[in-house]
């Protein structure tokens, strides 16, 4: 299973684009200069009034396929 790491700083605004169907995804460079795209959904349990702020590490199975996400600071 592949794993990497996410710095994510998206605002509270931002995120409310999901739910008028502007937005499904986050893209975003990984700490190792990958650049992934995931669903927003991943994310929603992480969401605060300031939007989604911190590390994830992200992990992917054998088939590149999102298995989870976890905040680690």
């Given at each position: 299973m592949a794993k990497i790491?996410?710095?994510?700083?998206?605002?509270?605004?931002?995120?409310?684009?999901m739910y008028s169907g502007a937005a499904k995804n986050l893209v975003a460079?990984?700490?190792d200069g990958?650049?992934?795209?995931l669903p927003?959904?991943?994310?929603q349990?992480?969401?605060?009034?300031q939007g989604?702020?911190?590390f994830f590490e992200v992990e992917f199975d054998d088939m590149n396929k999102l298995v989870a996400v976890t905040k680690i600071r």
């Open positions: 790491v996410l710095n994510v700083a998206l605002p509270a605004s931002k995120y409310e684009a460079s990984s700490l990958r650049k992934v795209q927003l959904s991943a994310f349990r992480f969401v605060t009034h989604i702020y911190g």
